[in-house]
Every structure is written in structure tokens, then in C-alpha cells.
């Protein structure tokens, strides 16, 4: 501090100095009132301070507002043009510069800052301090009070309520009003993120069941076939055996048995053929025309092929095989049993690695809308459901388009 005040008392006395030195050879009124332009003769110094103009006799020619008597602490031995520190008669201490004024006249100006008033000022400085420390402090508490109400607390209960949720059990509840814009949003985001997980979990629970229900009707069916099917015509075959021990004519009981015994070896090979198709591994455009010919002479329906020579030359996975015949015996009987058709039509086209297939019928139809296969499995529609997840686990797409009264198209598509 010292420093800034020598070196403050020195600029001010070397620039008044040098002001003086470049007037005229005689000091006049005028070169005094311009003199007095400067802060410390016109409304005082804008720090505890003062300046004044001496001739050589150490008299007082002008001197800024407030200055003390110049007489109580000039010394002729003052070394000009460097700032010191002295103390008067009274023990009051100053910072003091003095520099000649280069003029036939002569004389110096002294410029002085009163440590004792330098002094006071800070003390002025020093009582308010506390008050704003205070008010500092206050102003602190209430807003690192407001930051932990608005933003640590909800925080922390964001927290607190992603550690107890069940994900795709729990959805978080509501946040009151007030919260901040940013955590709101993040809030919403888990909510909406934990209802779909509730909603697939839902799903998921759905879809179990739905397959557990399949497999059940899937081995109540085949009982059912195999009951009232080959278990009847073994039935009747056992019954021929043990007739043939107790009638003569025995050639005639031993034929009936043969016919009996074919009929149920046509039986069973028709349901294995039904759960694991031979005819896949001739090839896609082979096995599909198989396929038609079975699925009509079930139906007793007319099923035409139109299948592009292309996919002669494309090796289709057997996997991929089997999913596109299920798929049409799926399509073939719904068409049937629900839309009451007498025709189907089944496309297969190349385009590059693309294979498209096409299942038209001429049956009524139904309101397809927007689907998928989630919704049409929990809406009972099973088997469409299941087209679309076997063209899913292909990477393919499955669309389906149907009016009422305008049948039913499927496409299928995939990549070899």
C-alpha cells in the first residue's frame, strides 16, 4: 500500500510540475485559474490528499481545498522528485513528493497524502465489513437453502425411488409443482421408459401364456388325431388278428387286416409329414409345390402356384423353408376355416437376394387395420401372430392386407 501511495503522490507532483514548467515566463492570473482545473482545486481530492505551488521562499502561491499548513512540515532539505515519508510536530505522517518548477521564477509543487485520513477512510471500510458479511452470509444460506429444496431434495428422492422400483413392475408417481424444468424432464423420461417396461412385461406375460396355451391345444389336437384316427384303425386291426385264431376262412381276415394296417401307416405318415415335411429338402420352389397339392386335396379347395424360375437357383435355408410353409398352411387355413375361400393363389418372386411371397384368397375378408404381432396375440390372433414372429427370427417383414369383402393378401419377404 505504501508503494501505491508514493507512487501516487510522485505522478501527481511530476505531472503538476511539468504542467507549470510549460506556461509562459510569467505567472498570471489566467495560468493559475488553469491551474485550478485539476479535481484538488475545484471540489477536493479524490483521495485523503492535497497539492500545492510554493515559490522559492516556501510561500504558498495555491493550494488544493483542505490542505494542512505547508509551513508545518516543509524542510528545504526535502530531496526533489522522490516520495518520502515524514511525521510533523504533531506526530501526524505523510507521504510526501516534491518537484521543481522549471521557470525563471522557480519554485515546487508538493503533492502529500495524510496517512492519518488514509487511515480513517479504511476504518470507514472496516466497520461496514462485518455488515456485509453478514448480509453475504444470509444471502449464502437462503440461496444454497433454495439450491437444496429445488434441485439436491428432488434429486435425491429420484434417486431413492429408482433404487426401490421393480422395472416392469413399478412406475414412478407424479412430481409436485415447483420442481426444476431439467429434473421434471428426466422424471418424465423414467416414467415413460418404466411404463413400457410394465407394459412389455405385460407382454412378455401375455405371449407365455399364449405359447403355453398353443403347445396345450397343439397336443390336444394331435391326441385327437391320433384317437380318432390310426388308435381306431389299430383298434379294429387288433380285433381282425384275434378273429382270424377263431374263423377258417382266414385269408379273408388276414386281407382286411392288411387294408386296415395301410390305412394306419397312411395315417401316421400324413402326421409326420405334417410336423417335419420331407419334401423341404428338395428346395424352396419344390417343396412348396408339394405343399399346394397336400394342402388342397385337405381342403378340397383350389390352390394355384406361380413360382419364378430364379428360385430354382437360390439355396434356401431349410429353416427358412420350413417357416414359409407354415406360413401358408397357416394363411391356407384361415382362409378356409375363416374366410370361407375356395381359391388360393401363392407367388414367389426373385429380385436380386430379395424373395417376396404372395398368399391371396378369394374369401370375405376381415378389418385388418393397423397391427402387430404383440396386439394380434393378445387379441387372440394367434396364427397371424405367428406369421409375423417367424418372418421376424428371418429378419424378413410379413404385411398383411384384407377389407371385408375383398379377401385376404400376405406378403412375405425376406433376404437369401
Request: hydrophobic share 45%.
Amino acid at each position: 500500500m505504501e508503494a501505491a501511495v508514493s507512487s501516487y503522490v510522485q505522478d501527481l507532483a511530476e505531472s503538476m510540475s511539468f504542467h507549470l514548467s510549460s506556461e509562459s515566463d510569467v505567472w498570471t492570473f489566467q495560468m493559475l485559474s488553469d491551474f485550478t482545473r485539476y479535481p484538488f482545486f475545484s471540489w477536493g481530492p479524490s483521495i485523503p490528499g492535497w497539492v500545492a505551488l510554493l515559490d522559492q521562499d516556501a510561500r504558498v502561491i495555491i493550494a488544493s481545498p483542505g490542505a494542512m499548513n505547508i509551513a508545518a512540515i516543509w524542510n528545504p532539505e526535502f530531496p526533489v522528485g522522490k516520495a518520502i515519508r515524514i511525521t510533523d510536530r504533531q506526530g501526524a505522517q505523510y507521504t510526501l513528493a516534491v518537484y521543481p518548477v522549471k521557470r525563471a521564477s522557480g519554485g515546487y509543487v508538493v503533492a502529500a497524502v495524510s496517512w492519518s485520513q488514509l487511515l480513517g477512510g479504511l476504518v470507514g471500510v472496516t466497520r461496514i465489513w462485518p455488515i456485509l458479511i453478514v448480509i453475504i452470509g444470509l444471502s449464502s444460506f437462503f440461496a444454497i437453502r433454495l439450491l437444496w429444496s429445488k434441485l439436491v431434495t428432488p434429486l435425491q428422492s429420484l434417486v431413492a425411488e429408482i433404487d426401490s422400483m421393480t422395472l416392469g413392475k413399478d412406475v414412478p408417481d407424479q412430481l409436485g409443482e415447483g420442481t426444476i424444468q431439467e429434473i421434471d424432464s428426466v422424471h418424465s423420461a423414467l416414467m415413460r421408459y418404466a411404463q413400457a417396461a410394465v407394459e412389455r412385461d405385460n407382454l412378455r406375460n401375455s405371449y407365455v401364456k399364449d405359447v403355453v396355451r398353443a403347445q396345450e391345444q397343439e397336443r390336444m389336437d394331435m391326441a385327437r388325431e391320433l384317437h380318432d384316427g390310426p388308435l381306431q384303425d389299430i383298434t379294429a386291426l387288433l380285433q381282425q388278428i384275434h378273429m382270424v385264431a377263431m374263423d377258417e376262412n382266414k385269408t379273408s381276415r388276414l386281407k382286411r387286416a392288411e387294408i386296415i394296417a395301410k390305412s394306419v401307416v397312411r395315417e401316421l405318415r400324413s402326421l409326420c409329414d405334417e410336423l417335419a415335411p420331407p419334401w423341404m429338402d428338395l428346395g424352396l420352389s419344390e417343396a412348396m409345390t408339394e405343399l399346394a397339392e397336400r394342402l388342397a386335396q385337405v381342403y378340397d379347395i383350389s390352390v394355384f402356384t406361380d413360382i419364378d424360375e430364379a428360385i430354382r437357383e437360390v439355396d434356401v435355408e431349410n429353416e427358412k423353408i420350413l417357416s414359409l410353409l407354415r406360413i401358408v398352411q397357416e394363411a391356407v387355413s384361415n382362409a378356409v376355416r375363416h374366410g370361407e375361400a375356395d381359391e388360393v393363389d401363392i407367388q414367389l418372386r426373385r429380385e436380386g437376394d430379395l424373395i417376396t411371397m404372395e398368399i391371396s384368397d378369394n374369401g370375405k375378408g376381415f378389418d385388418a387395420g393397423d397391427i402387430n404381432h404383440e396386439t394380434l396375440r393378445v387379441e387372440g390372433h394367434r396364427g397371424l401372430a405367428s406369421m409375423k414372429e417367424r418372418m421376424s427370427l428371418m429378419n424378413g417383414s410379413l404385411k398383411i392386407a384384407s377389407e371385408q369383402g375383398k379377401g385376404t393378401v400376405i406378403t412375405a419377404s425376406f433376404k437369401s
